[in-house]
């Protein structure tokens, strides 16, 4: 009982919590959604609220740095999404990745 009722208490927190929006590199950069805990770690490091199924088997949520929310390297942040999407296309031209990610020769 009383880990449906926590459950449930981190899903509303979840849902109700400040985006933050992070700048990644996968097969090239974009811009992942997050939500934001309200809190830092002590080096300073935002902390989001992650979800998780466990692969179906059941579902959980929990804080953790911003860098753990992808596989992909993640390269900053910023709570405003715009912001964050100039800054991914900027990295794509930089870079020179086009639209799906292969490199312009």
């Not at 990644?24 to 992942?32: E, H, I, K, T």
């Not at 080096?43 to 959980?60: A, V």
């Not at 804080?63 to 912001?83: C, K, L």
Request: include cysteine.
């Amino acid at each position: 009982m009383f880990d449906k009722i926590k459950f449930k208490y981190l899903e509303k927190k979840y849902q109700k919590a400040k985006k933050v929006y992070i700048v990644c590199l996968w097969a090239r950069y974009g811009v992942l959604e997050a939500r934001f805990s309200g809190k830092f770690d002590k080096d300073n490091n935002l902390l989001t609220i992650q979800y998780s199924d466990h692969n179906g088997e059941y579902e959980s949520y929990f804080i953790a740095p911003w860098y753990y929310e992808t596989t992909g390297a993640t390269i900053a942040y910023s709570f405003n999404e715009q912001d964050a999407q100039i800054l991914a296309n900027k990295l794509n031209q930089l870079y020179g990745y086009n639209y799906i990610g292969i490199k312009n020769e």
